[in-house]
């Protein structure tokens, strides 16, 4: 493509975004999960056909993917670097320029899913620490150390399986409530399930929030001194 070609690419997907009721289905999917054509239309409180046709758009534009599973479609965003680039696109809607006050529903901006890897305050916080303690070597893109890679592999994580897959292994995803990175990536993803697995956060059905158990608390302490009482 020359460059005409890339700045009317560009245009036409930020055309496809810009519109309140697709941008509101975009966000609604930016937790992983998929839902139906009726779900969407309620989300983006907009009439069946209206929906139908917008989520036709988002799926010509490469935004989103069809699932059929027997008379059931369901619609899902197209891959986590769509959610990196709402996440981003979320930054720098909320006026850069201003001093940065985060407004965040509290359990939101604590703790939540970014597509298929943790976003919020507690994401931010153990990205930190892992970068201090020098388990994650890197800028913006990482790779584990020796000791960062036996931290993974006692949370249950398979290390070799993660860097075969077809996708960056772990890098640092721009967090829109806290405008510092978070960890995404392979790595990413698989400490989200990690985490869920071992039953130290809890992942609401209706939102994108992630709740902490009192076990992952004091897990969360001991292994990461980080501390999320009244949390």
Known sequence: M???D???????????IAEPARTRMLCALMDGHARTSTEMAVI?????????????????NG?????????HRYYRLAGPHIAQAIESL??????????????????????RTCYDHMAGTLAVQLHD???????????????LSAPGEKVMLDLGLDITAL???????????????????HLAGALG????????????VTQDLDSRALGVTPKGRKELAGRFGIETAGQ
């Open 90 to 111: 979320m930054v720098i809607s909320r006026h850069s320029a201003k001093a940065f006050v985060p407004n965040t529903p509290n359990r939101l901006q604590f703790a």
């Open 129 to 143: 620490h892992f970068i201090a303690a020098g388990w994650l070597i890197g800028d913006g893109t990482y790779q």
């Open 163 to 181: 860097r075969a897959q077809r996708r960056r292994f772990a890098c640092g995803c721009l967090d829109w409530s806290m405008r510092r990175p």
């Open 189 to 200: 993803a698989a400490l989200l399930q990690s985490v869920i697995s071992r039953g130290w």
């Open 44 to 60: 983006a409180e907009v009439s069946a056909s209206t929906a139908s046709a917008h989520l036709a758009r988002l799926k010509d």
């Open 63 to 71: 935004l989103i993917e069809l699932h059929t599973q027997g008379r």
């Open 2 to 4: 020359n460059a005409h």
């Open 6 to 16: 890339d700045d009317a690419a560009l245009s036409h997907i930020a055309g496809a």
